[in-house]
C-alpha cells in the first residue's frame, strides 16, 4: 500500500515558494486544510496553478509595521475601518484564492462588521491590500481576478496600484488617503524603524501627521 505524501509534510526554506501545477478546486480546498490555519506560509492560487510562499521573518515584521502606519492613518483620518490580515479569500467562481500580507475594509467596513466566515459569492474583495516584496506573478494575478481595488506593494519602495477596467495602473497617490504622500511618506519612517525602533518611529509618524495632514486636507478642497 503506497502512502501518499501530505502537503505539510513539505518543508519550504525561508524566501522561497513552491508551485504546484493542475490542482483543481477540491484538491485547493483540501491543501487549505492539510495546511491548516496555523502557518507562516502564504497561498496564491489561480486556474489550476497554486503557490505556496515561505516569507522571511523580516518581511513579517515590515508587514505588521506598514498596518500600523495605515491603521495610525486611517484613525487620524476618522475613517472607520475592519481589518483582515491574512486572511484567505476564496472565489470558487473564479478558481481564485490568495492570502494576503495585510488587508483592510475601508469604503465596505459596515458590511463587514461582524463577518465570522467569509463568503466571496457575496461578501465583497478587501478595499485595500498590502504585499511585501511580492515577485509572484501569480499572486499579482489572484489580486485581479479577485477585484481588489487597492494594492500596495512593498519591495524598499512602496508601489500603488489601483484596479481600472480589470488591469493594475501605478499611481503616485492612494485614493484611499487622497493627498497624503504615503507612497513617499510611509517607507521613511519604515527605515527609521530599522534604526530606532518601532514605538520611536511610529511616535515620530504620529507627530508628522498632527503637523501635515490638516494643510494636506486644505490641500484636498
Sequence with gaps: MTTLLRISQIEIPEGQS???????????????????????????????????????????KIKVLLADFVKALLDAMELDFEGYGSTTFKAKAKRAGLEPDECFYIQNNVAMRGIRKLNMAID??????????????????????????????????????????????????????????????????????VSEGRSAAMRDFRAWMQTNLSSLFLSKE
Excluded: C
Excluded at 480546498?29 to 492560487?45: F, H, M, N, P, V
Excluded at 489572484?142 to 493594475?168: C, N, Q
Excluded at 495602473?169 to 519604515?190: A, C, H, K, W, Y
Design 124 to 193: 465583497p474583495p478587501p478595499d485595500l491590500a498590502i504585499e511585501v516584496d511580492v515577485t509572484s506573478k501569480t499572486k499579482f494575478n489572484v489580486y485581479r481576478a479577485l477585484g481588489v481595488p487597492e494594492l500596495w506593494l512593498y519591495d524598499k519602495t512602496l508601489k500603488i496600484y489601483i484596479l481600472s477596467d480589470g488591469e493594475y495602473l501605478e499611481s503616485e497617490l492612494s485614493p484611499t488617503f487622497g493627498n497624503i504622500p504615503v507612497r513617499d511618506i510611509i517607507p521613511q519612517f519604515l527605515e527609521l524603524s
Design 18 to 60: 513552491t508551485i504546484l501545477h493542475d490542482i483543481d478546486w477540491p484538491q485547493f480546498e483540501s491543501i487549505l486544510d492539510d495546511l491548516g490555519e496555523k502557518r507562516r506560509t502564504r497561498i496564491a492560487y489561480l486556474d489550476g496553478v497554486l503557490e505556496i510562499v515561505m516569507p522571511l521573518p523580516e518581511y513579517e
